[in-house]
């Protein structure tokens, strides 16, 4: 579970481009739950995200994942609770051009230092998951965009996380890769995974069990 306690996220605190982004938001998010975050350019979503994923610390409040207060994290602390609990998933999909899929796929066990055989037994079996098998040789720009954001997926939980954490994953996607990619996080959140996803699409947010909208930093 996921619980953001009376969270405020100000940007250049006391400097000129003082910005609070997350202004006293206070949500909780189950296991299994597919949320969608809604709202106006600007108004913190990507912000809401980072601070559920560790990429970055509330100025207050706190926030909770699995029990664990990850709001006050040393960036040593930050960096494992990440490798080991969240998938990111961005909009431009961040895969390595140079590396074939199946190593893409791998990255986040080659961070954690697992062995070769295990490391491409598992990457196998996400790519296969995601009907990727046979692109496991493929570089990135050989794919399609559908198929890119579906390696990316594969990435993000191959390292078994439990949550995913999804920044307009969809907006470089024509329509039927975007409602592929949903089904995909509808099948995950019926496993189990939490998905927090960023949309501007409206049929998509109609998709998940609920939509969390944001407007100047306020849950609406
Ligand atoms: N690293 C940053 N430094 C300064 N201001 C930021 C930073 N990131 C976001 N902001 C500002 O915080 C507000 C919320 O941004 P963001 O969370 O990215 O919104 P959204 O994802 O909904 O478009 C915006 O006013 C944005 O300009
Ligand atoms: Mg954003």
Redesign the pocket.
Known sequence: MIEIKNVTKI??GGKA?E?K?LDNVSLSIEDGEFVAVT??????????L?LIGALDAPTQGEVIVGGRDISRLSEEQAAKFRRENVGFVFQGFYLEESFSVLVNVEIPLILRGAEEKAREARAREMLAKFDLADKEDALPAQLSGGQMQRVCIARALAGGAQLILA?EPTGNLDSKSGSAVMDVFRTLAQEGVTVVM?THNKEFAARCDRVIE?KD?RVQ
Do not use: P
């Open positions: 940007y250049n481009g910005v982004a709202g106006e350019s600007g108004s913190g979503k990507s912000t809401l980072n920044d960023v944001l930093g």
